[in-house]
């Protein structure tokens, strides 16, 4: 049946998804979003959940890459561009793991793909498969996770960071300033949540943010915790003793 369908049409189809190159003059700057899994779990009492697809990462995730116009304003819904998995074929792999949806109860992470897309990939003047190539290879060249460890800022249990320390360990490394999102729990216990850095429009350079953040967004006290994250099957295999008692002391 597929034989039938014209040259001319499947021309036309493939277009249409290179139009998604979307470009706006405004387009000033980016925020990139890194999100620490572990400061999103202990943001509610529901906690997080794996995912019903894909293994996520004991890594900072990527949020998104959001464009704004140099006035500080988003640029969201510039067309109605809709999400093709089939274009992201890929990197499904490193979707899964590094832009997974952690929410409770589990979800499919291809919500959220298609939800950053449709509000602000379709103002970034990529492609759809651009838009998130270029976030996770943004993501890993940034490394958060190696480069902080650098400074001795780890993910553990019942030890708080001064704020200043994270910021100055991110400035040493990049030459620039980041914004760092805390979450908070009813026990006001303050967790390093998300990582605000921004990007020049044609995403060659890391930048110093012209605004400090993409949204009102929930800042930091003086100490906070970075805890460690672990996707919820490999703790359930933790905690089978069969299992443990194999591992040699
Ligand atoms: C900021 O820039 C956007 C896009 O360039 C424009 O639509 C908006 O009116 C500007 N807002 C302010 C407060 O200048
Ligand atoms: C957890 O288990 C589910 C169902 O067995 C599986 O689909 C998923 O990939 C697993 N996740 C991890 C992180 O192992
Ligand atoms: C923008 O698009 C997203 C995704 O389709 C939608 O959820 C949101 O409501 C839209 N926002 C506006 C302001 O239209
Ligand atoms: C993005 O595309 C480049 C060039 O094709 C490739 O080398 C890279 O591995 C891709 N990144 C991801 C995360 O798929
Ligand atoms: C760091 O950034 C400042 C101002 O943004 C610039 O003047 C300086 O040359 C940069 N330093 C390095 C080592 O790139």
């Given at each position: 049946m597929a034989s039938y369908v014209p040259a001319v049409l499947i021309a036309l189809l493939m277009f249409s998804h290179v139009m998604d190159a979307m470009a706006s003059d405004d387009l000033g700057f980016f925020f990139f979003v890194l999100m620490w899994p572990g400061g999103f779990c202990?943001?509610?009492?529901?906690?997080c959940c794996d995912p019903k697809v894909g293994e996520p990462i004991s890594d900072f995730f990527a949020r998104g890459l959001l464009p704004y116009s140099n006035n500080g304003t988003a640029?969201?819904?510039c067309s109605k561009c809709t999400f093709h998995l089939d274009e992201v074929s890929d990197m499904m792999g490193d979707l899964y793991s590094?832009?997974?949806?952690?929410?409770?109860?589990?979800?499919?992470?291809?919500?959220?793909?298609?939800f950053t897309w449709e509000t602000y990939g379709v103002c970034s003047g990529?492609?759809?498969?651009?838009?998130?190539?270029?976030?996770?290879?943004i993501l890993k060249e940034i490394d958060m996770l190696k480069r902080l460890e650098k400074y001795n800022i780890?993910?553990?249990?019942?030890h708080d960071y001064p704020v200043r320390e994270i910021m100055e360990a991110i400035e040493a490394e990049f030459n620039v300033t980041a914004t760092i999102e805390c979450s908070s729990n009813s026990v006001a216990d303050y967790?390093?949540?998300?990582?605000?850095?921004?990007?020049d429009?044609?995403?060659?350079?890391?930048?110093?943010?012209?605004?400090p953040a993409p949204e009102e967004i929930e800042y930091c006290p003086e100490y906070i915790a970075f805890s460690p994250y672990t996707p919820q099957n490999?703790?359930?295999?933790?905690?089978?003793?069969?299992?443990?008692?194999t591992v040699p002391e």
């Open positions: 202990k943001l509610s009492s529901e906690g640029l969201t819904n590094y832009w997974s949806d952690i929410s409770c109860p589990s979800a499919d992470s291809i919500n959220l793909w298609k990529l492609t759809q498969h651009d838009y998130f190539n270029k976030s996770l290879d780890i993910p553990i249990e019942y967790q390093l949540y998300k990582i605000y850095l921004c990007l429009k044609d995403l060659t350079k890391l930048i110093s943010c012209p605004v490999e703790t359930s295999m933790a905690a089978n003793p069969i299992r443990m008692s």
